[in-house]
């Protein structure tokens, strides 16, 4: 006969997967609707070339394109922003990131070739967004090492993307992209165990949702980064 301690251990777990899937979804729906918001964007500011000539035609481009970074930097701290104040900075990333690809809008809706490009593109990094988080949630080594190498190597990146910005390599923009890749697939795999390991039902309904949104940036911008840097190996066939 089951003990009532071994029952009450069986509510327990039951309760703590339950919340845990609850969390996960919660997360996993806040990124979507930030790509979702991403896309509504680019095309709706895309069907307007006055629109994307005012805002990407001149240096203010530079304003624009930097955007993103400058919101996650100076304007997203859950260890001291409220919740509703996280949602508004993760919204705000997800228009930046819409404004900088309402480019692709536009070439798109002039080049079928590019536009199902970036069709493929989208669907190809969806599947392996898929996959690297399957992996992360069931995978048991620890992940913490490659967090640590992915996030060092992303400021490597980031200065590396700055400078081609003006250098215009494409030896070296193929570079940034390939490491990309590999680095954002670390980043992602690891938030997804991060999330699950730091998932606790009595963290509170406030901290359990500003997790939530931190959660939600850094596999948004993951995604937006595999979108991008396979893109960019796609417009090269």
Wanted: charged share 10%.
């Amino acid at each position: 006969m089951t003990s009532g301690f071994t029952r009450a251990k069986e509510y327990a777990r039951q309760d703590i997967d339950a919340g845990l899937r609850n969390y996960l979804n919660n997360i996993y729906l806040k990124m979507a609707t930030g790509v979702l918001l991403t896309a509504l964007v680019a095309l709706g500011v895309g069907s307007s070339p006055s629109l994307v000539e005012l805002l990407l035609g001149g240096p203010q481009r530079y304003i624009v394109i930097f955007a993103p970074l400058m919101i996650v930097w100076f304007g997203f701290n859950p260890m001291t922003m409220k919740s509703s104040q996280l949602m508004l900075a993760f919204y705000g990333v997800s228009v930046a990131y819409g404004l900088c690809f309402s480019v692709l809008a536009v070439v798109a809706a002039h080049d079928m070739i590019f536009a199902v490009n970036v069709a493929k593109a989208f669907f190809i990094a969806t599947a392996m967004f898929a996959g690297l988080s399957i992996y992360g949630y069931t995978t048991k080594s620890d992940l913490t090492p490659i967090r640590t190498f992915s996030v060092m190597g992303i400021w490597g990146l980031i200065a590396a993307s700055v400078m081609n910005i003006f250098f215009q390599s494409d030896m070296m923009a193929n570079v940034i992209a390939a490491v990309g890749i590999v680095l954002f697939s670390g980043i992602t795999i690891w938030q997804t165990q991060e999330m699950k390991l730091m998932y606790r039902a009595v963290n509170g309904q406030e901290m359990t949702e500003r997790l939530a949104w931190a959660a939600a940036l850094n596999l948004y911008i993951s995604f937006i980064a595999l979108f991008q840097y396979i893109l960019h190996f796609m417009n090269q066939r």
